[in-house]
């Protein structure tokens, strides 16, 4: 029977803006140190295929991020072979301190996730088993994801349908701590405020931390705010049906947000359209 040896892993992240935090997983990590029978053991995989990320952020510099991935693995590899020249003694002591060799922490868009550790007989599967789980799995799930304006575009379509000639703007609502920016909005006597947000995102915690951002901007926004606004969003259900449970529970922290925010599923937007229309009109006749 095969000894059983520690591991430890990191993921690499890349954070596409550092404002929304979303992320794609891109690479990892995996080491298992020295024991007195064995040496250490350094394993990587990097994915530099565009189309896994440009389905999330369709903005996407290629050349840039295909650049940036060759050099990861040109890296790794002489820090693995390093790393594995090494002993007991090693400076090499955790996967985080093979992780910062290869990329330091620079502030840029590849971060490195927390370590996980476990303790497995056969490395090789163990690390096959991770990788495929948390970077290949989104080799699979890029196809066709929806951004914020794919789920603000059917209000827009049935407002121009019934002639409601809003004119909607962006407004940055400013508080005593920080600035929220919505992306439409019209005054009707206060500020109406509409926040498209698609969470058809990559996977569970993607999509939870969105809207905690969302209810963490408005917190802050709503401390010593002069300005009085109503905040509506309208949420995009995730492609991935498995996903339904974490969009559900962003619903619920969205509702729970500072402000009483009022928030529209897609099968909501008649009813959102609906009073939408019924404001612009009364404020129409009210001149």
Do not use: C
Not at 163 to 173: D, G, L, N, T
């Amino acid at each position: 029977m095969s000894s059983r040896r520690a591991y430890s892993y990191s993921i690499l992240r890349y954070v596409h803006d550092v404002v929304t935090g979303e992320f794609v997983n891109i690479g990892i990590v995996f080491f298992a140190p020295a024991t007195p029978s064995a040496g250490p053991v350094v394993k990587y995989d990097f994915k530099d295929r565009i189309g896994r990320i440009r389905g999330m952020f369709p903005d996407l510099d290629r050349d840039a991020f295909q650049a940036a991935v060759h050099s990861l693995r040109r890296r790794a590899s002489g820090v693995a072979k390093e790393a594995e020249k090494e002993d007991l003694f090693s400076d090499f002591k955790s996967v985080l301190s093979v992780a910062h060799r290869i990329l330091p922490h620079d502030g840029s868009a590849l971060r490195w996730a927390e370590a996980g550790t476990g303790i497995a007989s056969d490395l090789d599967a163990t690390f096959q088993r991770i990788s495929h789980r948390m970077v290949g799995n989104y080799d699979k799930r890029h196809e066709s994801r929806r951004t914020d304006d794919d789920v603000w575009r059917p209000v827009r379509q049935a407002l121009h349908d019934r002639h409601v000639p809003i004119e909607f703007e962006p407004k940055a609502i400013i508080g005593s701590v920080d600035i929220i920016e919505f992306k439409h909005s019209w005054k009707n006597g206060k500020v109406h405020a509409y926040e498209p947000l698609s969470f058809d995102l990559a996977d569970a915690e993607n999509i939870k931390d969105k809207a905690r951002r969302w209810m963490g901007h408005l917190s802050a926004a709503h401390i010593g705010s002069r300005e009085d606004f109503k905040a509506y969003f309208i949420a995009g259900q995730p492609s991935d049906q498995t996903l339904m449970p974490a969009y559900l529970n962003a619903i619920e922290i969205l509702r729970n947000a500072p402000g009483q925010p009022e928030v529209y599923e897609e099968g909501d937007l008649d009813r959102l359209v609906d009073m939408i229309e019924d404001d612009y009109r009364h404020h129409i006749a009210a001149g």
